[in-house]
């Protein structure tokens, strides 16, 4: 099959928490013999601070880790869809993507062959319903959404007529457990500081139990305000900056556990997505994790099993003690976890999904098969 996949960034993560899944699709396609041409925008938010915070460099791990994955960098203006969409035969158009080439998508669509489909991968149809109102979705094939309330959310709002659960998926082509010889600290955490829209959850669910523990913790990511630098130094804390996905899994296997904080609409609003860092590569390390608040509605992994759950800094604090406690729980977790997400949750698994969902469009078994080279 040839598919034209529509990113925002292929190349970067800055940001991006996305990247991991559609990196990962894109590999697990590649792999099968499918013909791809992923397209992202020249000026890209999440490449362009990338660049101005690490410079060109920061693109050479990139490439060494996927050395299988290049895109097509585009200007909007100038982008000729007859010429980019050539003998495509599926087009999938990821959300965080500029609403006038999602409206241009659909009129092509309109005219042409192939089937045209929108993926949502974020929680704006429940906090930011305007935002998703103002695509222009009417020549689409569909939607995938990244979870079944995110799913009605488009139903009930008459956004789309047909939309399919779309979960996320691990990449274990790339992510797979890498124990250290010795832990670099007792607690990780891999995440972006935002726009202070979550400080307080981070405090209370993660910063205060670590301090009130005594734990070695280093936290990794971006958009951290100056005033939360100091703030975490002041206390201890160690703070490194941008990780790169694809390092994620090395630094999950140097320390014993990882505390994730879902966003407040991930709990509320579109309770049952695939929010678990077990689904990013978090759960394939040789670490225990913890959950705070977190629910899921559509029993994606075992809570108790592939993760504990606490709802309050206190519960926080117990659980943290029960892991140092008693290390072979915290080693069965971690296994269990990856042998859910190697049983259910990987890339592979999205992609025969996605197989089926063409098929279901009515693609040809030959469209639908590894297919001819696409032609320049």
Do not use: K
Request: glycine share 8%.
């Amino acid at each position: 099959m040839r598919i034209a996949l529509f990113y925002h960034s292929l190349l970067s993560d800055w940001n991006h928490g996305n990247a991991h899944f559609l990196r990962g699709v894109a590999t697990e396609l590649l792999a099968r013999g499918h013909q791809l041409r992923i397209f992202e925008p020249l000026h890209a938010w999440s490449l362009q601070n990338l660049l101005q915070d690490h410079g060109e460099t920061a693109l050479a791990g990139f490439f060494s880790a996927y050395p299988e994955l290049s895109s097509i960098r585009y200007d909007l203006a100038h982008l000729d869809l007859d010429e980019a969409l050539d003998g495509a035969d599926l087009v999938i158009v990821h959300e965080w993507n500029d609403p006038a080439l999602v409206a241009r998508l659909g009129e092509h669509r309109a005219q042409h062959g192939y089937r045209l489909l929108f993926h949502d991968t974020h929680h704006r149809s429940v906090t930011a319903p305007h935002e998703i109102a103002a695509y222009d979705l009417r020549h689409y094939d569909g939607v995938l959404a990244f979870g079944e309330a995110i799913r009605q959310q488009y139903l009930r709002h008459g956004w789309a007529a047909r939309v399919w659960t779309w979960h996320e998926g691990a990449d274990t082509r790339h992510f797979y457990p890498h124990p250290a010889a010795r832990y670099a600290g007792d607690l990780v955490w891999v995440g972006n500081w935002g726009d202070d829209e979550r400080t307080a959850e981070l405090w209370e669910y993660l910063l205060e139990p670590a301090r009130a523990l005594g734990l070695r913790t280093h936290l990794y990511g971006v958009r951290y305000p100056a005033a939360a630098r100091r703030l975490l130094a002041r206390n201890g804390f160690q703070y490194h900056g941008w990780l790169p996905n694809y390092r994620v899994p090395a630094v999950f296997g140097a320390f014993r556990v990882t505390v994730h904080v879902p966003r407040r609409p991930l709990c509320a609003g579109a309770a049952g997505r695939a929010d678990h860092p077990h689904v990013r590569g978090a759960g394939l390390r040789h670490s225990a994790h913890l959950c705070a608040r977190g629910t899921d509605a559509e029993g994606l992994f075992s809570a108790g099993e592939d993760y504990l759950v606490a709802w309050n800094r206190s519960a926080v604090e117990g659980l943290l003690r029960s892991l140092w406690a008693d290390p072979a729980q915290a080693r069965a977790m971690a296994e269990h976890g990856r042998a859910t997400i190697l049983a259910r949750h990987t890339c592979a698994h999205r992609v025969d999904e996605l197989l089926a969902i063409g098929q279901e469009l009515g693609l040809s078994p030959a469209a639908l098969a590894q297919g001819s080279a696409w032609h320049d």
